[in-house]
């Protein structure tokens, strides 16, 4: 079965980091793209960015270019995404999932989510 | 406010039929895929449609999706009360080199 499975919810105080996880398995990690989706409270989905984990080629939406990183270990089919200086409005769900095949395909595969808050 | 445009909120009677639109513009839905997601409340949004109108293993025939020129629509028939979630279009932005969502659709069903 594939899956995208998250870390767990975080709580962060304001200007403190952050970074978390998401292991996919069940597939060939390499050979799929995995994008990070932020999801705010009682709003909707804001596509974040993207890495194709086979060569760390990542791309950013222009609204999260340069407010977050993403990242990825093959060895351990993991992706990241990680957030520095993190503000109250950082609090939000965030979802990492993988397109079918190209970088611009549906996400057919979702993670559960992160639930992140950050407050002092 | 979002790339794609969608209504805030449909609503319909059990067993009747819903559509949702999603507009866009040529740099995304006029030249990419357009799929569209359902969000129950508490979870992870689900793919329900891909490539304008495919839909994945396992989805119902109940829902259709259709796209013309800079839009797209999302159809639901035979309305269930399980049906009552978010929806959201989303696609590729070439001119963005990014994905785009739509803002979101509350269904109701009444």
């Known amino acids: 079965e594939v899956q995208l499975v998250q870390s767990g919810a975080e709580v962060k105080k304001p200007g403190e980091s952050l970074k978390i996880s998401c292991k996919g398995s069940?597939?060939?990690?390499?050979?799929?793209?995995i994008g990070w989706v932020r999801q705010m409270p009682g709003k909707g989905l804001e596509w974040m960015g993207i890495?194709?984990?086979?060569?760390?080629?990542?791309r950013y939406s222009p609204s999260f270019q340069g407010q977050v990183t993403i990242s990825a270990d093959k060895s351990i089919s993991t992706a990241y995404l990680q957030c520095s200086s993190l503000k109250a409005s950082d609090t939000a769900i965030y979802y990492c999932a993988r397109p079918s095949t190209m970088i611009g395909d549906a996400f057919d595969v979702w993670g559960q989510g992160t639930m992140v808050t950050v407050s002092s | 406010q979002s790339v794609l445009t969608q209504p805030p909120s449909v609503s319909a009677a059990p067993g009747q039929k819903v559509t949702i639109s999603c507009s866009g513009s040529s740099s995304n839905i006029g030249n990419n895929h357009v799929s569209w997601y359902q969000q129950l409340p508490g979870t992870a949004p689900k793919l329900l449609i891909y490539d304008n109108n495919k839909r994945p293993s396992g989805i119902p025939d109940r829902f259709s999706g259709s796209k013309s020129g800079t839009s797209a629509t999302l159809g639901i028939t035979g309305l269930q009360t399980g049906d009552e979630a978010d929806y959201y279009c989303g696609t590729w932005d070439s001119s963005l080199s990014a994905g785009v969502f739509g803002g979101g659709t509350k269904l109701t069903v009444l």
């Open positions: 069940g597939y060939s990690f390499t050979s799929h793209w």
């Open positions: 890495i194709y984990p086979g060569d760390s080629d990542t």
